[in-house]
Structure formats: structure tokens, C-alpha cells
């Protein structure tokens, strides 16, 4: 049984850093590209970035990119996104996703965590 546990959230001032951690569990994790999600209230869930399993082939949306990095360790079966610089605007539940590389769909999600920018 596939799970993902995102934990790192938290209220933070607009400028501050935040780290989100995302533990993956009952997949082999090498062969699973990973990604954040994220939902403000009252809008649609929006990707903000991935990380491939093989390579560690990264993609940001053009709203976090130089902000936000992302990374893997596949020794812990971890993947975390660093926040830099963090607006207001980021507000939002962060959800960790896993896609098996031979899908084109997100096929596992996490729970979701809070992060709230204030200004």
C-alpha cells in the first residue's frame, strides 16, 4: 500500500523560508517521479513542481521558479521542497503526488499540509 506523508508546514512571514518533507512508503521509489501540488481556498489545485526518478530531472511553475527547489533523496524515499522568499500568494495546502514513470497520470497523493504566508 502506496503512502505519502507530507510534514514541514506552518505559518511563516511573507520573505521567510519554509522546507516541506514528503516520506513515501510501500513503492519502489526510483521508479516514481514526484511532485508538489498546491490549493489556495476557493482555486483549483495547481502544479508547482516535479522531480524525476531516474535523473532527478527537475520542472518548476513559472510562479516559484529561482524561489522553490525540489529534491529527492532515494536513500530515505524522501522527496522535499525547499521555499525561498515566500509571498503571500503561496498560501496554500501542499500536497505531495507520485506518478509511476510508464503513467501520465498522478497515481498517489498524500494528505496535504498547511502553509500560510502572512504579510
Known amino acids: 500500500q502506496v503512502q505519502l506523508v507530507e510534514s514541514g508546514g506552518g505559518l511563516v512571514q511573507a520573505g521567510d523560508s519554509l522546507r516541506l518533507s514528503c516520506a513515501a512508503s510501500g513503492l519502489t521509489f526510483t521508479n516514481y517521479n514526484m511532485a508538489w501540488f498546491r490549493q489556495a481556498t476557493g482555486k483549483e489545485r495547481e502544479f508547482v513542481a516535479r522531480i524525476t526518478g531516474n535523473f532527478g530531472i527537475t520542472e518548476f511553475a513559472d510562479s516559484v521558479k529561482g524561489r522553490f527547489t525540489i529534491s529527492r533523496d532515494s536513500g530515505k524515499n524522501t522527496v522535499c521542497l525547499q521555499m525561498n522568499s515566500l509571498k503571500p500568494e503561496d498560501t496554500a495546502v501542499y500536497y505531495c503526488?507520485?506518478?509511476?514513470?510508464?503513467?501520465?497520470?498522478?497515481?498517489?497523493w498524500g494528505q496535504g499540509t498547511q502553509v500560510t504566508v502572512s504579510s
Open positions: 503526488a507520485a506518478r509511476h514513470w510508464t503513467s501520465t497520470e498522478w497515481n498517489y
